[in-house]
């Protein structure tokens, strides 16, 4: 079974001033059989780096808002792009993206504390982002210089709807 690990570790929270930061670890789990990570333009391998290294990034951002010491684990078992791989006018593949096509991810997580103690974990979960696609989503994927902005938000939302409301809790104690 191929892997391909990506790990954003030590999250850059010492400027924060803090010591020990949150860190993420992320596994690309058999990317040959994700459901949709078509490249319109070259190499799948490279467009799979590019993809894979942006929404580490999201993953990594996110992971700063847990408390120091914390050890995210992440192991994606496929994603869907939003929108889907059609022939252009000029018989190259580009990708279209219309509200029907969500993006949605399929992982595994574990969320350790500063001692490696579990303190969340769940797996085959299935995020579908439903509502990705709407007037203002439309026209700051349009506007944005970031690559993947739907996937990168999707991110954002499960990430959201996951963890904040337990970081809350943590972060009172």
Request: aromatic fraction near 12%.
């Amino acid at each position: 079974m191929k892997h391909i690990p990506s790990l954003f570790a030590f999250i850059a929270l010492a400027t924060a001033g803090q010591t020990q930061a949150a860190q993420v670890k992320v596994d690309w789990q058999s990317p040959q059989h994700y459901a949709d990570i078509g490249s319109n333009d070259g190499s799948q391998e490279k467009f799979r780096a590019t993809l894979f290294g942006a929404l580490d990034a999201v993953f990594a951002e996110q992971a700063a808002n847990l408390p120091a010491g914390q050890t995210l684990e992440i192991t994606v078992t496929d994603l869907d792009m939003a929108g889907a791989m059609r022939v252009g006018p000029r018989g190259g593949f580009q990708r279209v993206v219309q509200s029907s096509q969500f993006p949605q991810i399929t992982l595994d997580y574990r969320l350790l504390d500063a001692d490696g103690r579990l303190v969340a974990s769940q797996s085959g979960v299935t995020f579908k982002y439903l509502g990705f696609y709407n007037a203002t989503n439309a026209v700051r994927q349009a506007d944005s210089a970031q690559p993947f902005y739907f996937e990168s938000e999707m991110i954002r939302t499960w990430y959201g709807r996951t963890f904040m409301p337990a970081a809350a809790v943590a972060l009172t104690e």
